[in-house]
């Protein structure tokens, strides 16, 4: 018998998120509305149905084994891309980061099937930010929201796009996309998140030293950083439960500048972090 694929099969992906959102992403190929009809004969689109299914249901090696048969037999196309997408998962799921880079690459050049499309430039966006890559991480986010449904949890990926501009320096360009989240998605779960990015309404980034209850005490840290030559500040950070001090150091246009000022500072500050 043949397979269809049809709008109902639903495969998890592996694009992962920042832990301090704790999501885990899953991704559709097939289907959406926006998936294309098959190209490939009764066994062969049999064999991708397969490798699909395999993945959806945890058998990641037998997902990458018949996705590489499939592609091997039929390299180009809508299917191959898809194929590849599914093989470039169970790579990605293995830590197999540069072989998940090479099938989403041809996932992008075997066809212009745009459900994958989308789909693969967004695991790509997400692990090129996972990579420190903040520059190509926004071009691929970039692209992949100017084509996903909103289904496909845009505010997500508007927020992670946020982030990886103001890692390269784009400050305001990131304040519009959290403006975004805040305006289209005003009930989401990141659209807190955004809220308070727009409110910091920051155009850099510092070295977090320390937070007190008691000014005293951030005012002594912020002193012994003057004294090695570290630029420092104390600054007031009202709370529910009552003021807090908080002693940071610099002011950072890219993530880069700060990540160089936080290997000197911790030295001098073992805890030390890169704020926000």
Not at 78 to 101: I, M
Not at 109 to 127: I, K, N, T
Not at 196 to 210: K, P
Not at 224 to 251: K, N
């Amino acid at each position: 018998m043949v397979r269809t694929l049809k709008q109902s099969q639903w495969i998890r992906g592996a694009v992962r998120a920042a832990p301090v959102l704790s999501i885990l992403l899953g991704l559709v190929i097939f289907g959406g509305g926006t998936g294309c009809a098959s190209t490939q004969g009764g066994a062969a689109i049999n064999k991708l149905y397969e490798a699909h299914s395999a993945y959806d249901n945890g058998d990641f090696p037998r997902a990458a084994r018949l996705a590489g048969e499939f592609v091997a037999a039929s390299p180009k196309g809508s299917d191959a891309s898809r194929a590849y997408y599914v093989r470039a998962l169970t790579h990605a799921r293995d830590g197999r980061r540069n072989a998940a880079f090479d099938d989403l690459n041809r996932a992008l050049e075997a066809s212009d099937d745009p459900d994958v499309r989308w789909r693969a430039l967004a695991q790509r966006g997400v692990m090129r930010f996972e990579d420190e890559r903040w520059a190509e991480a926004s071009a691929d986010l970039e692209a992949a929201i100017e084509r996903m449904p909103r289904s496909g949890r845009t505010d997500w990926f508007l927020y992670r796009l946020g982030q990886a501009l103001e890692r390269t320096g784009r400050w305001a360009d990131a304040r519009a996309k959290f403006q975004r989240v805040v305006n289209e998605f005003p009930t989401g779960p990141v659209t807190p998140n955004a809220r308070r990015r727009l409110a910091l309404n920051l155009d850099h980034f510092s070295i977090q030293c320390g937070v007190f209850q008691k000014k005293e005490n951030a005012t002594r840290v912020a002193a012994d950083l003057g004294r090695q030559r570290f630029a420092s500040g104390v600054y007031r950070d009202a709370r529910p439960e009552g003021d807090h001090w908080v002693v940071r150091v610099g002011r950072y246009s890219t993530y880069a500048e700060a990540q160089d000022a936080l290997a000197r500072i911790k030295s001098h500050v073992a805890d030390a972090v890169i704020w926000p």
